[in-house]
Every structure is written in C-alpha cells, then in structure tokens.
C-alpha cells in the first residue's frame, strides 16, 4: 500500500512517518519499481505501535531502540518498563513544578487584586517584579 493509505490505517501524517524513516526511528519500507514506498499490514502495525509510543511522549531515542529490538526479533520489554518509568518520574516532578506555579500566580493575582491601576504612577506589573522566588537565570 502507498503512503496515502498508511496514514489513514496508522493515524500518522505521512510527513511524521517520513521523519521517524528519515531519523531512524522507522525501518524504510519496500519500495516499489518506481520508487513509491510500499508498506504492508506489519509496517501498518508498527506505524501504530510507534504513534502509541509517541502518544506517551517517550523519547525518539528511545522509541529507535523499542522499536530496533522489535523489527530485530528481540523483546524490547526492558527498554519499554525503563522509558515508562523515567517518564512517569519526569511527569511527577512536572506536576511538583506545576503546582509551585500555580500558587505562585494565585498569591501574584491577590496581590494584583489590590493595585490600582493609574498608569503611569501605579501599575499591577511591580508585584511581578516582588517575586524573586520565580526569577530564573
């Protein structure tokens, strides 16, 4: 099947599955006589299986290996629980960060709620610049 119908039974932009071949991601499929890639219901298959993989947000690198280990014959299921849990620890800190912020802005908007506005002479933007706890480098 041409790339046209790839797509539509992987979920996947042609410009993605061009990318993930490009990069190493993807094996190339067969080609046609005339150059036309030509993949088959196993490639459709994987095509899924790497869209699932970058719906979880896991690392091209790390897709490559799943991915290699897979098309070679080989379990990937130490490299697949490996990328799940480095994922799931970079989510849990995500959501620590996340949380900071949010009560960060929550006290900058009460502090906000009491700034009249009577530019040029008072402005809500000082209570930003009171905030050395979100100042990064």
Known sequence: MKISE???QSGLEASAIRFYEKSGVLPGPQRTASGYRDYDAGDVEL???VRRLRGLELPLDDIREIVELRTAGEAPCRPVREAIAREAEAIDSRIEELVRLRSELERLSDAAANVVDDWPRSCVCHVLEESPER???
């Open 47 to 49: 095509l899924r299986f």
């Open 6 to 8: 790839a797509t539509q």
């Open 135 to 137: 100042q990064t480098a």
